[in-house]
């Protein structure tokens, strides 16, 4: 096992620094400059020279091997940086965000499973009738609504609502903050967000939990235990469940580990200062510095995800060592 | 389906008759005194140092903590003259010595931040780091001051500007609402220092910044303006989705949005709020226009641009446009209204801006057909990938250019890539452009249509030696009479006769607010009167 879990380790290095080659490589093709960004993008007047300082500054009139290595030895050390756009070290500006973003990847998590699960078990054992059209339609609908789209009607449809009943439009706050220091106004702006995307996390959960729960209960062993005469809440919740659970769980942390980052246009739409818009930003302003660590940040959560997930099936199923 | 249409149109006039009406009193009214403002910006600061950047993203967030030596009247702030004196003392000053030398007379009551006096070698220290700024620092607009031969401070109260030419442009351009007063002693020590720190003498002092999310700021109980601001304090909100603007207005999240919303979002507020949203507009001064390559065949053949300009019908494009787009005005490369600006009379002479739309295509017809350009070929129409005003004027523009004949392709790029290829590649045949200005100063705004070698803002790569010997002209001279002369000269070169780059219509500046809020009245820049020390809230 030790050996197992080395060899794995020794795996990350040269996945980190492909990922990192290929970052460095690929936002340098994306044609642009931040410093004329800066100084042409409000069509107003500018010095030129005003631009080569600003190179000079960033430091995009460096050689590129230059770029490439001081970029490489500062996430050896873990330094990611200062942002190109802000100035701000990139840590700084990630830690500030991280807090919002983990809260909302916890709550919609936290609804995602809580409507899914049930969602799953019940159209699987209820496979084929009207329940099970429901629930289908229910999920397909999830998946195929962008989140960012129902993210837009809630707001809408809460100043509608709200004006026509009681007079006066409201929507959710626009600034964040913490649960600890006003729970209230913290959950009435994160809860419509967390709705509107996990409502897609659960749509995804609830088709997974229902084909992996299928297959289980077209086991021997669940046909020898109907056949011994177990209850079949029995059979399901103890027997089937529990060996189903293990894609379900695989696909619950992966959503989980995408909703850190993934949420672009979603946290655009309710104005939420997270990753997700962090990211979006960065790379419309060509801000190299903070892109490249964000992606390099993704990269690594999902590599130790994925390591994580590697050494559990290796303990799970120790089949996969020996292979 | 009409009717439900008129009724719309109906509610949105009368809520904008309205919220004219309530502007025009709000001066009849005694402003109270407490509140936060709550309003969004559309993007963030990229650093606090007014002198190196040019967003109005700094200005409405970071400009109410620092003062100006002058500024636009901020009870007058659509005329496009009146500016006044912000640490000066009484009204700004005339020139001397063959109007090259100004001699500015500051305050004495006027405290940073911190505490310190403000003097005139701050005065001294600002305007030398923005005019001739050392290695290493950037100053955007430094060029601006190229009349100025010297800037000293012969006593603590006293700032004396010396010019190597008298120029009417000098006071607009010192008037610039990011040219904040720094404090000499911290710009002694390090030149940076203000990009990362702020410590102004404006009406509000710097609380707190989230990255990404809001700023804050607090009443200085110690502004110079004596009985200002009337705000307890203001809250930016970042937020860069329209859509989201405009329903934090609706839902009262913020109370304005200083930049400006297209009329749709401007019908929305009103038609869900009516009498509890006032409504400001103006002419913007943005200008868009469209500039061919004149490198590239066959837009190096005059007669082929001239075709382009003339099949635009602009009147008719005014009308339909500023229905659906941040644009509206007819007018030439220059602020329309202003004293140098032609009337719409001269600009009606101007090729392309004949009312005869029929007449004008014919002659672009003819024009094509004479020059032989190849008319089965689709060219490419470098679009900024940007809904307002650009994609919309762009779609239009297409559809003008093939009713005589010459087809385009657009190519929409975000930002980044549009700016590369426009200011690098030059891999386009026409492109959309813009020249969004601050303080109306034409004479320093027309220098984006000087030769490719004298201005960096000018992408058709045309060299046009009649145009910068006419402005070289026209900058030196103080007669308004002649100034005006020779820049309707600039306008007809660079429009008609060397058909170099062409303005298409003037941007429509529309701030929907919240009723409540007073004492703010609209610019025709988005950059200028936003210090909100006259802004108060009738809550």
Partial sequence: ?323 | MKSIRRKAVCTALAAIAFGISAAGSAGAQTPKRGGILEFVVPDEPPSYDGHREGTFALIHPVGPFYSLLIRINPDNPSSLTDIVCDVCVGKVPAPTDDNTTYTFKIRGDVKFHTGEKLTAQDVVATYKKIIWPPEGVRSQRRQMYSMVESVNAPDDSTVVFKLKFASNAFIPALASPFNWIYQKSVLDKDMHWYEKNINGSGPFIFKEREAGAFMRGERNPDYHHKGLPYLDGFKAIFAKKESLRVQAIRGDRAAIEFRGFPPAARDDLVKALGKEITVQESVWNCGISFVPNHKRKPFDDVRVRRALTLAVDRWGGSKYLSKIALVKTVGGITYPGHALSPTNEEMQQIAGWWPDIKKSRAEARRLLKESGADLSKEYKFLVRGVDQPYKIVATWLVDQWKQVGINFKQETHPTGPYLNILRQTKEFDVSTDASCNYVVNPLVDVTKYLSADRSSIQYGQFIDRDVDAAYDKMIRLTDVKEQRKLMLDITKLTLDTHANQFSILWWHRIVPHRSYVKGWKISPSHHMNQHLDNVWLDK
């Fill in chain 1, 1 to 323: 096992m030790r050996k197992y879990i080395f060899k794995r380790l020794l795996l990350v290095i040269p996945t980190l620094f492909g990922a990192a080659a290929l970052v460095f490589i690929m936002l340098r093709l994306i044609p642009g400059d931040i410093c004329e960004i800066r100084m042409a993008g409000d069509g107003g007047y500018f010095d030129k020279a005003a631009v080569d300082t600003c190179r000079g500054e960033m430091g995009t009139n460096k050689p590129m091997l230059t770029q490439f290595v001081s970029f490489v030895w500062g996430l050896m050390r873990f330094d990611f940086g200062t942002s190109m756009w802000t100035g701000q070290p990139v840590l700084t500006e990630v830690a500030l965000r991280f807090e919002l973003s983990l809260q909302v990847a916890i709550m919609s998590t936290i609804i995602g499973v809580i409507i899914a699960i049930p969602l799953g078990i019940i159209s699987a054992v209820r496979q084929n009738t009207w329940l099970d059209y429901m629930v289908r339609g229910f999920s397909i609908a999830g998946i195929a609504t962008p989140a960012f789209w129902l993210g837009l009607m809630i707001i809408i449809g809460l100043l509608v609502s709200t004006q026509h009943f009681l007079g006066t439009p409201w929507m959710p706050p626009i600034t964040y903050i913490p649960i600890w220091e006003d729970p209230v106004y913290n959950l009435s702006m994160l809860i419509w967000p967390t709705v509107a995307t996990g409502y897609r996390y659960s749509a995804v959960v609830t088709r997974m939990t229902r084909s992996a729960l299928l297959e289980v209960l077209r086991e021997d062993y669940v046909r020898t235990a109907r056949a011994k005469g177990l209850w079949e809440k029995v059979i399901i919740r103890k027997h089937a469940l529990k060996n189903a659970m293990l894609p379900v769980v695989t696909i619950i942390g992966l959503e989980f580990a995408f909703l850190m980052g993934g949420l672009v246009v979603t946290e655009q739409v309710f104005n939420l200062n997270g990753i997700g818009k962090l990211f979006i930003e960065s790379v419309l302003n060509n801000d190299y510095t903070m892109t490249q660590s964000l992606v390099m940040l993704v990269v690594m959560i999902f590599v130790m995800v994925n390591f994580a997930v590697d050494i559990g099936y290796a303990w799970l199923d120790p089949r996969i060592r020996y292979n």
